[in-house]
């Protein structure tokens, strides 16, 4: 008889959930990674220039994601740049 849905996270050996990656600057920002992101606001609000600023200070990212609705824009191409270099 089937009891429903199997839980595999309680499946998952302690020694494998507990892995962090940390970086120079943990003490200061307390993000932990690997995390999700999600920047938004107003246009002006400094949004480009605070994930410049995540990505200078965590510098662990494996990949990015930037979904923008214009592109073309000289921030989003230096953003663009510096997430080529990391990948």
Known sequence: MNSGPINFYTKIPKELMNQKSTYKNYNKL???VPC???I???TGSMKSNSLLYL???IAV???FFLFT?????PLYRYL????NKVE
């Open 61 to 63: 990212w494996d990949r």
């Open 30 to 32: 307390k993000i932990e």
């Open 36 to 38: 999700f992101g999600l």
């Open 55 to 57: 990505i200078h200070q």
């Open 80 to 83: 663009s740049n510096c997430i």
């Open 69 to 73: 609705k214009q592109p073309n824009e």
């Open 40 to 42: 938004s606001g107003s």
